[in-house]
Structures are given as C-alpha cells and as structure tokens.
C-alpha cells in the first residue's frame, strides 16, 4: 500500500530569497471573513526577525484546531518584530464590496506596522493603494510562514470578535459559525431577523429583505 506524502508546512523559502537580496523586513500578509454573512472582515501583517525559522508548527490557519492557533496566537506575537493590524466593519463592507474591503484591510494593516517593510508577500490578492514592492503569492498561506502567522492572527481576533458578539445576541450561534452561512445561521435570520452586524449587501440577506434592488 502506497503511504500518503506529508504536507509540508509554511516556511522561510520565500523570505530566504529576499533576506539575501538584503530585505530586511519582509511583511507577509493575510485575511480573515471574506465569507461570512455578519461581523468584520480582518487583515494582519507579520514581520519576523531575519532568518526566522518555523519550529513552532505555525499553519494555514485553516489547517488548525481553535486550541492550536490561540496557542500559536502568542507564539508569533513572542517572535514577531512587528505585527499590524485591520479591522473593517460590516458597514464598509456594504459600502465598498467584500473585494475592495478586504484591500483597504490589507493595506490599513500594512500602514501600522511599526517598522516599514522592505517588500509585502501577499496571500492570493494584487494590492491597489500601496507604495510598498510587493509580491503575490497564490495559497501563500500554505508556503510562506510570514503569510500562515498572518493568517492566524486575522483568524484569532476575528473569531474572538464574533464569539463576543454571541454573547450579544445568543441565538444566531456565532460562537461556533463565526457569521459563516451554516443552515443555523440561516434559520437563525429567518426566525429572529437581520442584526446591526450583518452585511446587508451579502445573499441571502440582500434577497430576502430586498434591501440592495
């Protein structure tokens, strides 16, 4: 019986090759809650020392249980130089589209990194307003470890957001659906209605309520 290949974890290869063109802070960047129907979308950018290594397990925050990524959470806010961070509220998120959102987070948590990046790596999207070299890496968040810290940190923050939110308004489960469109969610809307959070632009609120002809 053939065995199955272990995936690889993120790591430096990417930045190895900046790092010896002398780029000394390499920004790798990521989102979280581009699909959810309720909360924010949020971006973060990580900035690890030269010659970082990945000895902590740090992944595609999608690969990792919720126990897992708060521990590497701290893991890479311990290690990293510098971290920036974005959140954008639903209401932009109307306004300006789920695309255009997540662009504006990506570049707002660019612009508060407390050091200026030499070079931006970013996770599958082409920065609009940015005056930063940068790079687009497709599934970045699978091969670079400054994208996978990214995304563990967007993720932690946006869940804890949403958990906070259940508290709020308890019966629409975002403690364990995170806004994301699971039939909960959906039932949830039918029986008690829209709330202050939810995108009101997004399907299938934006049909059922006929708010956005």
């Known amino acids: 019986m053939k065995q199955k290949k ?27 809650g581009r699909g959810p129907l309720a ?11 030269k010659d970082f290594r990945n000895f902590y397990g740090i992944d595609d925050s999608k690969k990792l249980s919720p126990q897992q990524r ?14 920036g961070i974005s959140i954008i509220p639903e209401y932009l998120i109307d306004a300006l589209n789920i695309y255009n959102a997540t662009l504006l987070a990506m570049e707002y948590a660019i612009n508060v990194l407390d050091v200026k ?18 790079k687009r890496i ?13 995304s563990i940190i967007a993720k932690v923050i946006r869940d804890n957001i949403m958990i906070n939110y259940h508290y709020k308004f308890p019966f629409y489960g975002f403690n364990k659906n995170f806004g994301y469109p699971t039939n909960f969610h959906k039932e949830a809307i039918k029986r008690f ?10 399907n299938p609120i934006k049909n059922f309520y006929d708010i956005f002809p």
């Open 6 to 32: 272990k995936r690889s974890l993120p790591d430096s290869k990417i930045e190895e090759i900046y790092w010896q063109k002398g780029y000394k802070y390499i920004a790798g960047i990521d989102e979280a």
């Open 39 to 49: 909360g924010p979308v949020v971006a973060a950018a990580v900035v690890f020392p």
């Open 70 to 83: 708060e521990k590497l959470y701290f893991t890479i806010i311990k290690n990293a130089v510098a971290i």
């Open 117 to 134: 990046p030499d070079i931006i790596l970013v996770d599958g999207m082409n920065l609009k307003n940015t005056n930063y070299i940068y």
């Open 138 to 150: 497709i599934k970045g968040d699978t091969l670079s470890i400054s994208i996978a810290a990214a």
């Open 193 to 202: 209605g829209i709330l202050s959070i939810h995108r009101k632009s997004f």
